[in-house]
Structures are given as C-alpha cells and as structure tokens.
Antibody
C-alpha cells in the first residue's frame, strides 16, 4: 500500500525557516517524480514544487521560487521541502503527492499524504 | 502560466439532482485535465483523470468530458456523501495549476 506521511510543520515567525519531510513507503520511491501542493486555510489547492526521480531537476511556483527548495533522499525514501524567508501568506497545509501516468500519457495525482500545517505568524 | 477557471464557485443541490461543474483553461491543454473531490480536513481524492477516465473505485455517477480548453464534471444523481469541494487540475504544463474549486452544498 502506498503511504505518504508528511511531518515538520508548525508555528514559525515571519522570516523564519522550516523543513518539511514526506516519508514514502509501499512503492519504489526512486522511480517517481514527487510534488508538493499547499492549501491555505479555507482556500483552494496550489501546486508548489516538483522534483524528478533522481533529484537532478526541479520546478517551482513563482510564489515560492528563490525561497523554497525541494529535494529528496532516495536512500531514505524521503522527500523534503526547505522553506526559507517565510511569509504570512505561506501559512497552509502542505501535501506531498505522487503522480501516476495514464496509458495515454496524461498524468495525475492518485496518492496524497495527509498534510502538515505550517503557520507563519509572530 | 495556464489559468484554470471553474464555475460555479459554489452551488446548492438536493440528493438525486444532476450536477454539472465546468472548468475552462486559458489555453488548450488537450486532455491533461483531472478532477478531485475534497472533504473538510482530508486530502484531495482523485475522481477523473485524462478528462474522462474514471478512477478505479469511484462511483459511476461521476463522469468527465471535454478536451482542448473546456471541460465538465457531472454527477448524475447526487448522493449525501458527494457534498464536498471539487477541483480541476491541469498537468499539461510544467507549472501545474488547479481551478479555484466548486463547493457543493446541501439545498
């Protein structure tokens, strides 16, 4: 069974840093790209970042580029999101997600973690 | 970035109603369009992928259609467990985007 378990969330002051983790199990982690998606309280889903299977390629939403860094440790089956220079608007539940690809080539998020809450406030 | 516009943003419906939610992309995305259902405090759940493919285990009252820039999610007969928020998502471009969501409430 595929499991994704996020951790590392909490309360941090504006300008501070936090590192989120996503522990993966039930599949060969090193074969999959991985993503982070966030959701501010009472708001919609927003894609944050993605990383390819070996960690050599990353992409970011404009809102976090230059402040957040996605990485992975395939030996530990763990995905990370290093968040620096945090702002109040970064307050959200952060989900990790594993994509699947349809036979026709389109891809989608079948597996999600339960999320971890990050609150940026003084 | 590709913008995804969902409508309506909310709707009230009764059990047994047919419900339709639309999603429009700011450019053509072929069939790189997915639909998710989310209930409060829970992670999103995949309903439809590749615009019209029903995810395994999802009831057949859910269906998706469309290609290019206009897409539709239909629930043929709304059930009590279907009251939730629904999101479309495009995976055509490198920078993924979601629609703003449609909250389906009980009338």
């Amino acid at each position: 069974e595929v499991q994704l378990v996020e951790s590392g969330g909490g309360l941090v002051q504006p300008g501070g840093s936090l590192r989120l983790s996503c522990a993966a199990s039930g599949f060969t982690f090193s074969r999959y790209w991985m993503h982070w998606v966030r959701q501010a309280p009472g708001k919609g889903l927003v894609w944050v970042s993605r990383i390819n299977s070996d960690g050599s390629s990353t992409n970011y939403a404009d809102s976090v580029k230059g402040r957040f860094t996605i990485s992975r440790d395939n030996a530990k089956n763990t995905l990370y999101l290093q968040m620096n220079s945090l702002r109040a608007e970064d307050t959200a539940v952060y989900y990790c997600a594993r994509p699947e690809m349809a036979t026709s080539g389109e891809w989608f998020f079948q597996h999600w973690g339960q999320g971890t809450l990050v609150t940026v406030s003084s | 970035d590709i913008q995804m516009t969902q409508s309506p943003s909310s709707l009230s419906a009764s059990v047994g109603d047919r419900v339709t939610i639309t999603c429009r992309a700011s450019q053509s995305i072929s069939t790189y369009l997915n639909w998710y259902q989310q209930k409060p405090g829970r992670a999103p759940k995949l309903l439809i992928y590749a615009a019209s493919s029903l995810q395994s285990g999802v009831p057949s009252r859910f269906s998706g259609s469309g290609s290019g820039s206009d897409f539709t999610l239909t629930v043929s007969s709304l059930q009590p467990e279907d009251f939730a928020t629904y999101y479309c998502q495009q995976t055509y471009s490198t920078l993924l985007t979601f629609g703003g969501g449609t909250k389906v409430e009980i009338k």
